[in-house]
Each structure stands twice: as C-alpha cells, then as structure tokens.
C-alpha cells in the first residue's frame, strides 16, 4: 500500500462550490504539506504543518484552508471554488532531518473548476 | 530571496545518449540541494539529493549530479537514457538557515526519450 494517499484522484467541480481534499500517511511523518502543481510553474507551497497544533500558511493560501485532523490526516479546503483553482495538487511528508528534509509525495488530485 | 532555475521546460533526447538537465540557483549560502523525478500520474520521488561532503552525488536509476558552488548550479547527467527515463525532472532547494524544510522547486524539465 501507498505510504501517502490522497482521495479523490479526479475532482470536477463548479465555480462557488465548496470541495475538500483528503491526504492520509503511514509514515509516521509529523510534518506534512499541501502543493498545487501548474505547467511551467513548478510546484507552489499552498500550507505547511509541522504537528496537529502547528499550521502555516505557504506562498499561496488565498482561497484555502487546511485541517490537521490528526498526526496521519491533512485536509486540504477550496471553501469557493474559481477557475484559476484549476490544477493537480499533491499532499507530502516529511520527517526533520539534520541535512534537509526529503519529502515524501501522494499520487496527486487533479481538480477541475468549471 | 532564494530561487531555482531549470534551462530548458523541455529536453528531448535519443535512448542511448547522454542526458543533462540543468539547475541553476540563486542563495547567499549554499542550500541543500535535491532532484526529483515525477513519472506520468504519479507523485514526485526523490532521486537524489546533495546536504554535504562530496559534491558529486549518486542517485537512483543511474543518474548522478554534481554541486559546483561557484557556478551556483546541480546539474543532473545520466550517461546513457533509457525509454523508461522519461518524466518530468524537478530541481529543488531547502535553505539551510530554515530548519531544512521550506522547499523551492523549479519548473520541472520534461525529458522525452526518441527510439
């Protein structure tokens, strides 16, 4: 089984809706991050948690919240959907290392805003 | 601010050649360094990083890069490419003064691989 999962794979929806992602990891991992992935611009830091009680925002929080339900669970939240949310996002995980932390990626949700 | 280059969103190469991706970046003091490969619906997987000691560093399936800090750059070689290389190829950087965590990534590279 896949140490991070994220539900759903494939999310259609429409402009003003509310919509939830949903990452769980088996790692163990205390830290875990939210990301969108557009073409040509790499990946962008949308929330970070580094525990249950320790949530911030990253360059692109506007338009999200997040949900740190426990050590294994970070929920990502569109409260109104727009277009231009349109993109495939990716939960990730990481451990406090003394050289850099590796991340440790889901599958990826690709959402569309209609 | 810190920042990561990659030349070129798209690199095409005959199976059997040598394959080189380009990172470029931009700190005060050399930060921890990482390439990460992602394959056709798939997350990102780590391929190899740099954190200290020898500069050049090997990875999984073959590929190898090397930290020059006078050129600022980690560019990622492969001598020869398989079929099964192709994907998109992201550079990133975590700052060292950070707690090692906050991440850069660039743009991605996207290797395509000619029979």
């Known amino acids: 089984d896949a140490d991070v999962t994220q539900t759903p794979r494939n999310r259609i929806t429409k402009t003003g809706k509310r919509i939830m992602l949903e990452c769980s990891q088996t790692k163990g991992h205390d830290r875990m991050y939210w990301y969108r992935q557009d073409p040509g611009l790499g990946l962008r830091l949308i929330y970070y948690s580094f525990d249950v009680k320790d949530i911030n925002k990253g360059e692109i929080s506007d338009g999200y919240s997040v949900s740190r339900q426990a050590q294994a669970k970070f929920s990502l939240s569109l409260e109104s959907a727009i277009p231009n949310q349109t993109a495939l996002y990716f939960c990730?995980?990481?451990?406090?290392?003394?050289?850099?932390?590796?991340?440790?990626f889901g599958p990826g949700t690709r959402l569309t805003v209609t | 601010a810190q920042s990561v280059t990659q030349l070129g969103s798209h690199v095409s190469v005959s199976e059997g050649a040598l394959v080189l991706l380009r990172c470029n970046y931009s700190s005060s003091v050399p930060p921890y360094l990482f390439w990460y490969v992602q394959y056709p619906n798939q997350g990102l997987q780590l391929l190899l990083k740099y954190t200290t000691g020898a500069t050049l560093v090997k990875g999984i399936n073959g590929f190898e890069a090397e930290f020059k800090k006078s050129e600022t750059s980690f560019h990622l070689t492969k001598p020869s490419a398989h079929m099964s290389d192709a994907a998109e190829y992201f550079c990133a950087v975590t700052p060292t003064n950070t707690g090692g965590f906050k991440t850069i990534f660039g743009a991605g590279t996207r290797l395509f691989v000619k029979a």
């Open positions: 990730a995980t990481s451990e406090p290392g003394l050289a850099g932390d590796e991340q440790y």
